[in-house]
């Protein structure tokens, strides 16, 4: 299928054009003509999959049709509700994209900076309103947002938002809003809470559902580094140093333990830089652009603050520390790898966290470079007594003349002879 099979106005498929693009990827092929036809959705994708353009162009399409080049005093037709605050500025970039030959006019909201700027522009009318939930209902309770004359409500990435505690603030936002609105629900995992608040909200909804979880680490090269817990900092350093490592995206638990990973490495020379929960919206949008601008070199990262970073071509992911939830580690890293781009996820696993990379392999079912030869082994219970090793590769130098370290694999379900959980 090519996006011009999918009947969109010509201003839209001039911008689509633009970047580049003459294929949908399989969300947007499944999604789009479903969202034409005004029907309810409910979409199962994560990060990278191409899901923002894949409401943000038919959404443009239909309200393009409606407003045209009227200029009118303009009224809030689309919203699109998103936990993060980076998430928020990268879908009112997706609208600005493919949405930049009409007449159609976005802005986005969030807290954390003054709301003089975000009030202004809704005082001079919008057609499509990105927010973030918090400023949302601040901003409507102090009356600069009505939301009576909405046709379409997205409500991005489900499963963080009832993560991070926003499903009361959820509903109280879907309640403001028209019975008759289109809804669209788009959420990283389906559980359990996800299903009950759609079957709340949307009527009758199509469902679409693309790249299972697990199968994202297939298109990634992992390695895994077995490492007494207190050298994880000098095994970093090790590997930033001797491989030469740049545009790195660190993954660490917690925001304390991401900020003295930061320490760490400044202390050795390193640029690296932080983005966390404590950061200010500010002080976020500095560091990721100079991460993007190649300024900084590391970039360390808690879960919730990574889950609104979209960088392309981002050839290295570290998690430093093993989430203790398996689907984290497939989003983690499906960060790298991404538009059929080679990349390279490298794990930290100390003791303490073995069974969370059972449970990894459990899911993802493909085998694991295991990185034997490294400075900073487990002092005691060798992996080799716990992991059966495969055939050795021929060439485990994989990345192109990057890795010289010995490996074997370490294995998933993939072969159940060689389970070993």
Same mark, same amino acid.
């Given at each position: 299928?090519?996006?011009?099979?999918?009947?969109?106005?010509?201003?839209?498929?001039?911008?689509?054009?633009?970047?580049?693009?003459?294929?949908?990827?399989?969300?947007?092929? +499944? *999604?789009?003509?479903?969202?034409?036809?005004?029907?309810?959705?409910?979409?199962?994708? +994560?990060?990278?999959?191409?899901?923002?353009?894949?409401?943000?162009?038919?959404? /443009?399409?239909?309200?393009?049709?409606?407003?045209?080049?009227?200029?009118?005093?303009?009224?809030?037709?689309?919203?699109?509700?998103?936990?993060?605050?980076?998430?928020? /500025?990268?879908?009112?970039?997706?609208?600005?994209?493919?949405?930049?030959?009409?007449?159609?006019?976005?802005?986005?909201?969030?807290?954390?900076?003054?709301?003089?700027?975000?009030?202004?522009?809704?005082?001079?009318?919008?057609?499509?309103?990105?927010?973030?939930?918090?400023?949302? #209902?601040?901003?409507?309770?102090?009356?600069?947002?009505?939301?009576?004359h909405l046709h379409t409500l997205v409500l991005d990435e489900a499963d963080?938002?009832?993560?991070?505690?926003?499903?009361?603030?959820?509903?109280?936002?879907? &309640?403001?809003? @028209?019975?008759?609105?289109?809804?669209?629900?788009?959420?990283?995992?389906?559980?359990?809470?996800?299903?009950?608040?759609?079957?709340?909200?949307?009527?009758?909804?199509?469902?679409?559902?693309?790249?299972?979880?697990?199968?994202?680490?297939?298109?990634?090269? =992992?390695?895994?580094?077995?490492?007494?817990?207190?050298?994880?900092?000098?095994?970093?350093?090790? #590997?930033?140093?001797?491989?030469?490592?740049?545009?790195?995206?660190?993954?660490?638990?917690? &925001?304390?333990?991401?900020?003295?990973?930061?320490?760490?490495?400044?202390?050795?020379?390193? @640029?690296? !830089?932080?983005?966390?929960?404590?950061?200010? =919206?500010?002080?976020?949008?500095?560091?990721?652009?100079?991460?993007?601008?190649?300024?900084?070199?590391?970039?360390?990262?808690?879960?919730? *603050?990574? %889950?609104?970073?979209?960088?392309? +071509?981002?050839?290295?992911?570290?998690?430093?520390? #093993?989430?203790?939830?398996p689907e984290t580690y497939v989003h983690r890293i499906g960060r790298t790898? %991404?538009? +059929?781009?080679?990349?390279?996820?490298?794990?930290?696993?100390?003791?303490?966290?073995? @069974?969370?990379? &059972?449970?990894?392999? &459990?899911?993802?079912?493909?085998?694991?470079?295991?990185?034997?030869?490294?400075?900073?082994?487990?002092?005691?219970?060798?992996?080799?007594?716990?992991?059966?090793?495969?055939?050795? !590769?021929?060439?485990?130098?994989?990345?192109?003349?990057?890795?010289?370290?010995?490996?074997?694999?370490?294995?998933?379900?993939?072969?159940?002879?060689?389970?070993?959980?």
């Open positions: 299928m090519l996006f011009e099979d999918l009947s969109l106005s010509k201003s839209i498929q001039k911008a689509v054009e633009e970047e580049g693009y003459t294929h949908p990827t399989p969300i947007q092929q +499944q *999604a789009i003509p479903f969202v034409l036809d005004g029907r309810d959705l409910v979409g199962c994708a +994560q990060t990278g999959t191409g899901k923002t353009a894949a409401f943000a162009i038919p959404i /443009i399409h239909n309200l393009h049709r409606i407003v045209g080049s009227s200029n009118k005093t303009k009224k809030i037709r689309t919203l699109v509700v998103t936990p993060t605050r980076e998430l928020a /500025i990268q879908i009112g970039e997706s609208f600005d994209t493919y949405g930049k030959y009409t007449n159609l006019r976005q802005i986005t909201i969030f807290g954390g900076v003054s709301q003089v700027p975000q009030v202004d522009q809704l005082r001079r009318g919008v057609d499509i309103l990105i927010a973030t939930p918090g400023r949302l #209902l601040d901003l409507h309770k102090q009356g600069f947002i009505d939301l009576d963080q938002m009832l993560d991070m505690g926003f499903v009361n603030d959820v509903k109280k936002i879907v &309640k403001l809003t @028209p019975d008759n609105r289109q809804t669209l629900l788009f959420s990283a995992t389906m559980p359990i809470a996800i299903r009950e608040l759609a079957e709340m909200f949307l009527k009758n909804p199509a469902s679409v559902t693309v790249t299972p979880v697990s199968s994202t680490a297939e298109k990634v090269e =992992q390695r895994i580094y077995f490492v007494e817990k207190g050298e994880k900092r000098n095994l970093l350093y090790h #590997l930033i140093r001797n491989e030469k490592l740049s545009d790195v995206l660190v993954f660490s638990r917690t &925001k304390h333990g991401a900020d003295n990973i930061v320490r760490a490495l400044r202390k050795k020379g390193v @640029p690296a !830089e932080a983005i966390h929960g404590d950061k200010s =919206q500010n002080a976020r949008q500095r560091v990721l652009d100079a991460f993007k601008a190649k300024e900084v070199g590391v970039l360390v990262a808690t879960d919730i *603050a990574a %889950r609104g970073i979209d960088i392309e +071509q981002l050839p290295y992911v570290i998690n430093f520390d #093993l989430p203790n939830v790898g %991404r538009a +059929q781009q080679s990349g390279i996820a490298i794990s930290f696993c100390g003791k303490d966290e073995h @069974p969370y990379w &059972k449970d990894i392999l &459990k899911l993802i079912k493909v085998d694991v470079s295991v990185i034997e030869d490294h400075p900073y082994p487990w002092h005691e219970g060798s992996p080799s007594e716990i992991v059966v090793p495969a055939a050795p !590769e021929k060439n485990s130098n994989r990345s192109g003349g990057h890795h010289k370290n010995k490996s074997r694999k370490s294995q998933g379900s993939k072969n159940n002879k060689k389970r070993w959980y």
